[in-house]
């Protein structure tokens, strides 16, 4: 699976957007791009996914660059809650019917204040 | 999302005992289950994957004979870890993959070995 590349941390101020980048220049053409959050003491909790297009659902908006080189996770009006460490992870999509491992990397660190 | 839990969410135990935790997809059937590691200020580590029916695909370094799975059905898997030593107090999470290979994962259980 393709590494990433991610800051180790950032800060956003409540009510604003939380632009989170993520660099994976090394993606292959069938590695989709999925992001997770942990917060403190909790188990990842699943955000969002791609492979090529642009994403949104109720959590956040996923905004992948044409090349599939970087891809953003887009938080529109964070709050304190969404203080965690987000990781960025690329890999392969399993065989029908199964799933395939994830590899966590560093993450960043999201500090939300006030 | 598809919940995960796992039971119990933290033990205390002495040195040389055995001690279970169990990870169930309440939502979902999960033919694919993950068992991971994290130590404090770490990342997730991947120890084993387990798909049901069959044994448990360890990760290097990993001994199997100490840390055994099973998965036994669509909704359950288990780990034992056996003799529990100080060094093996950690926090113990467990991941479901869906159908669609979006993979959920439970709370998390922290074991501390005295």
């Known amino acids: 699976d393709a590494k990433t590349t991610q800051p180790p941390s950032m800060d956003c101020a409540e009510g604003r957007a939380a632009n989170l980048p993520c660099n994976h220049s090394t993606i292959s053409g069938n590695e989709y791009v999925y992001w997770y959050r942990q917060i403190h003491s909790q188990g990842p909790q699943y955000i969002i996914h791609g492979l090529k297009n642009n994403e949104t659902n109720e959590m956040a908006s996923l905004i992948i660059t044409e090349d599939r080189k970087s891809s953003t996770l887009i938080l529109p009006h964070a709050t304190l809650r969404d203080t965690a460490v987000y990781y960025c992870?690329?890999?392969?999509?399993?065989?029908?019917?199964?799933?395939?491992?994830?590899?966590f990397g560093t993450g960043t660190r999201l500090q939300v204040t006030l | 999302g598809a919940v995960v839990s796992q039971h119990p969410s933290w033990v205390i135990c002495k040195s040389g005992t055995s001690v279970k935790i169990e990870c169930r997809s309440l939502d979902f059937q999960a033919t694919t289950m993950f068992w991971y590691r994290q130590f404090p200020k770490q990342s997730l580590m991947l120890m084993a994957t387990s798909n049901e029916g069959s044994k448990a695909t360890y990760e290097q370094g990993v001994e199997k004979d100490k840390f055994l799975i099973n998965h036994a059905s669509l909704t359950l898997s288990t780990l034992t870890v056996t003799s529990a030593h100080p060094e093996d107090s950690s926090f113990y999470i467990c991941s479901a993959g869906t159908p669609t290979d979006t993979q959920y994962f439970g709370p998390g259980t922290r074991l501390t070995v005295l």
């Open positions: 992870i690329v890999r392969v999509a399993g065989r029908p019917g199964t799933a395939s491992k994830l590899t």
